[in-house]
């Protein structure tokens, strides 16, 4: 978050050259810890998905090119290491990097096989393994298509779009592997999506931009609900892109964090203003201003009831109508996440306080969605507020830091009722179409 500027959606406009050896994996970025599962060797889960992403293909292809034949991949597969690295692509000399990527001159997929790959898989999953040669396959499906003169962030949101299309696809039972997919495994994978995010502060039309997390994981999941036709008719006129360079000097060498203190200052005081405005037009009544303390661990105040979040670090109290959270652990996720997973926290127990003062529910996965929307439709005031000065504003990362609090605080591994991917969903559709969606 920063103080003065400004933080606009793009649209993004400019056309630039496409890099063909896009996508790279590992950041130093912070991760949500996730659940390992793994029961194969990377080896085979790589070869199990992408025979399973050929079948996908085979059948899936004729449906968005006017019925022409999928062709599979010509060039081969091309597991790398950095004694043995890729093939050379085009004039471009194979080198070893902590990548996956699919070369269009010779119609072949190479991935690390040394150091990614098992890593993805040792701390995300199988399943994220297998996302990994769906998008890259994807780029394939583009190529046959012949669609290749967009944006690369349009490209990298498309073929995570297709990505998730063929995860529909084997959710549905059509797959011979990865039958029997959870939400538990899909939030471990989402999770992993966040370490294959660009760094933020990355422009969107930079050659080399995939996306943050907040627009590749709304690319997958629009895959896994509409298919691969949804995706195929991405171009750069109607995706929402909120990824934005740094343009602050301050953003860039903090990450855009403010200070700890300074950031839940900034948020409640936020907070208040909006529900000050919004809280009337969703109800017909005033705000009146909420109470919000900190508290030492073991010290919580008094709540008979608390409609606690966080195994009860934090909490809005029904009766006293009072906020309180536990300073030490908020600020451990600041650290770990960063600020902006701060106002994810503060922010839903804003929402909660909403819905128990209109006399709504915060229970089941019902009252979950909701509080989550209403936590969205903050940020979408945020995000609207374009040059004002002296505005409040959300600064590069900060969606991708709100995406990675809500995993961390509610995953389908954690039993809340709603799994991670369906937080993520309503949250972002209070992010994208504000109050009024979450009604
Ligand atoms: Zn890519």
């Given at each position: 978050?920063?103080?003065?500027?400004?933080?606009?959606?793009?649209?993004?406009?400019?056309?630039?050259?496409?890099?063909?050896?896009?996508?790279?994996?590992?950041?130093?970025?912070?991760?949500?810890?996730?659940?390992?599962?793994?029961?194969?060797?990377?080896?085979?889960?790589?070869?199990?998905?992408?025979?399973?992403?050929?079948?996908?293909?085979?059948?899936?292809?004729?449906?968005?090119?006017?019925?022409?034949?999928f062709?599979?991949?010509?060039?081969?597969?091309?597991?790398?290491?950095?004694?043995?690295?890729?093939?050379?692509?085009?004039?471009?000399?194979?080198?070893?990097?902590?990548?996956?990527f699919?070369?269009?001159?010779?119609?072949?997929?190479?991935?690390?096989?040394?150091?990614?790959?098992?890593?993805?898989?040792?701390?995300?999953?199988?399943?994220?393994?297998?996302?990994?040669?769906?998008?890259?396959?994807?780029?394939a499906?583009?190529?046959?298509?012949?669609?290749?003169?967009?944006?690369t962030?349009?490209l990298?949101?498309?073929?995570?779009?297709?990505?998730?299309?063929?995860?529909?696809?084997?959710?549905?039972?059509?797959?011979?592997?990865?039958?029997?997919?959870?939400?538990?495994?899909?939030?471990?994978?989402?999770?992993?999506?966040?370490?294959?995010?660009d760094?933020?502060?990355?422009?969107?039309?930079?050659?080399?931009?995939?996306?943050?997390?907040?627009?590749?994981?709304?690319?997958?999941?629009?895959?896994?609900?509409?298919?691969?036709?949804?995706?195929?008719?991405?171009?750069?006129?109607?995706?929402?892109?909120t990824?934005?360079?740094?343009?602050?000097?301050?953003?860039?060498?903090?990450?855009?964090?403010?200070?700890?203190?300074?950031?839940?200052?900034?948020?409640?005081?936020?907070?208040?203003?909006?529900?000050a405005?919004?809280?009337?037009?969703?109800?017909?009544?005033?705000?009146?201003?909420?109470?919000?303390?900190?508290?030492?661990?073991?010290?919580?105040?008094v709540?008979?009831?608390?409609?606690?979040?966080?195994?009860?670090?934090?909490?809005?109290?029904?009766?006293?109508?009072?906020?309180?959270?536990?300073?030490?652990?908020?600020?451990?996720?600041?650290?770990?996440?960063?600020?902006?997973?701060?106002?994810?926290?503060?922010?839903?127990?804003?929402?909660?306080?909403?819905?128990?003062?209109?006399?709504?529910?915060?229970?089941?996965?019902?009252?979950?969605?909701?509080v989550?929307?209403?936590?969205?439709?903050?940020?979408?005031?945020?995000?609207?507020?374009g040059?004002?000065?002296?505005?409040?504003?959300?600064?590069?990362?900060?969606?991708?830091?709100?995406?990675?609090?809500?995993?961390?605080?509610?995953?389908a591994?954690?039993?809340?009722?709603?799994?991670?991917?369906?937080?993520?969903?309503?949250?972002?559709?209070?992010?994208?179409?504000?109050?009024?969606?979450?009604k």
């Amino acid at each position: 978050m920063t103080g003065h500027r400004a933080k606009t959606l793009l649209g993004a406009g400019a056309v630039v050259l496409v890099v063909l050896a896009g996508c790279s994996g590992g950041t130093d970025t912070p991760t949500v810890a996730a659940s390992p599962a793994a029961s194969l060797p990377p080896a085979e889960v790589v070869e199990r998905a992408l025979s399973d992403i050929e079948r996908y293909w085979t059948a899936t292809y004729p449906t968005i090119s006017d019925g022409k034949p999928f062709q599979p991949i010509q060039g081969g597969y091309h597991p790398y290491t950095q004694s043995t690295p890729p093939p050379a692509c085009g004039g471009e000399e194979g080198v070893y990097q902590p990548n996956a990527f699919y070369c269009p001159v010779g119609d072949f997929i190479a991935w690390d096989a040394e150091k990614l790959i098992p890593e993805l898989q040792s701390n995300f999953g199988q399943l994220l393994v297998a996302v990994v040669m769906a998008h890259e396959y994807g780029h394939a499906v583009q190529h046959r298509l012949g669609v290749t003169d967009q944006p690369t962030v349009v490209l990298e949101q498309q073929a995570d779009c297709y990505a998730g299309a063929w995860i529909a696809d084997a959710k549905a039972g059509h797959a011979g592997s990865f039958t029997g997919i959870t939400p538990a495994q899909i939030d471990d994978a989402l999770a992993g999506m966040l370490q294959l995010r660009d760094q933020p502060g990355t422009s969107a039309t930079n050659p080399g931009a995939h996306g943050n997390a907040f627009d590749r994981i709304r690319a997958f999941q629009d895959g896994v609900e509409n298919g691969a036709t949804k995706c195929a008719g991405y171009n750069s006129d109607n995706l929402p892109i909120t990824e934005v360079p740094f343009t602050r000097d301050r953003d860039a060498a903090t990450g855009g964090n403010l200070p700890y203190e300074e950031a839940v200052d900034t948020i409640v005081k936020d907070a208040e203003a909006y529900w000050a405005k919004a809280y009337p037009q969703l109800t017909g009544k005033p705000w009146t201003p909420l109470k919000v303390q900190p508290f030492e661990p073991g010290s919580a105040p008094v709540c008979a009831d608390p409609d606690a979040i966080a195994n009860g670090a934090a909490f809005y109290c029904p009766d006293g109508d009072f906020i309180a959270y536990d300073d030490q652990k908020l600020q451990a996720l600041y650290e770990q996440l960063g600020d902006n997973a701060v106002g994810l926290l503060l922010g839903d127990l804003y929402a909660r306080a909403v819905q128990h003062r209109r006399g709504q529910s915060t229970e089941g996965s019902a009252g979950q969605l909701t509080v989550d929307c209403l936590n969205g439709s903050w940020t979408n005031d945020l995000l609207k507020r374009g040059n004002q000065p002296d505005a409040t504003t959300l600064s590069p990362g900060d969606l991708d830091e709100a995406v990675a609090a809500l995993l961390a605080l509610g995953r389908a591994t954690k039993g809340t009722g709603a799994s991670g991917f369906d937080r993520i969903a309503a949250y972002r559709n209070g992010v994208l179409n504000g109050l009024s969606a979450c009604k």
